[in-house]
């Protein structure tokens, strides 16, 4: 297996005709969010990843493996849930309803792609129900998932939600200290 132990964010410095004849390692959010993984590139080589501890992998990045060959970062289409402003709302109106989701689901602490024109989360009906109560449009699709990386959060390095699989929307305890700010966690 070729291991993989440094991260080039963007393929900063790289030539993009480097970067673009480079191996692909299409993943989804839920492996890119780990330091550490197995996975297959699309030249069909196992490589391992053991990235420091709190590294987020985003698409566009390019990895180094041991051998020195490049590997291109794809973030993987999946299953996530695009929230739009109702568009019967005038221009501001829909921004404010945008931002009013954002707040929700922040103080929630969920993983969150923001857009201009739209936010993306993982799929939960709770929380879809919550949007639809709000007045905004969820709708399932298949698309990449980049959420923020928190406002502490540096590119490749974010403060990263380690959500399991099949855990709803709760919030597991992710190597940050929890803080005071007055919301119910249930």
């Avoid at 923020?148 to 399991?164: D, F, I, L």
């Avoid at 200290?177 to 007055?182: C, D, E, F, N, T």
């Amino acid at each position: 297996m070729l291991q993989v132990s440094r991260l080039i964010p963007q393929g900063q410095g790289l030539a993009r005709p480097l970067v673009q004849r480079a191996a692909q390692l299409t993943l989804d959010w839920d492996i890119r969010q780990k330091s550490r993984f197995d996975a297959v590139a699309s030249d069909e080589r196992h490589v391992g990843v053991f990235l420091p501890r709190g590294t987020v992998v985003r698409g566009g990045d390019v990895l180094i493996t041991q051998d020195g060959s490049l590997l291109r970062v794809v973030a993987a289409p999946q299953a996530v849930l695009r929230i739009t402003a109702c568009p019967d709302h005038a221009a501001q109106d829909q921004a404010f309803d945008l931002m009013r989701a954002a707040y929700h689901l922040g103080n929630r602490h969920v993983p969150i792609e923001l857009r201009p024109d739209h936010l993306k989360i993982e799929p939960d009906h709770v929380l879809a129900d919550m949007l639809r109560a709000m007045h905004l449009t969820v709708a399932e699709v298949r698309e990449p998932f980049e959420p923020e990386s928190g406002a502490y959060g540096s590119q490749g390095a974010g403060h990263g939600h380690a959500h399991g699989q099949g855990q709803g929307h709760g919030h597991g305890h992710h190597g940050h200290a929890h803080h005071a700010h007055g919301h119910d966690h249930s």
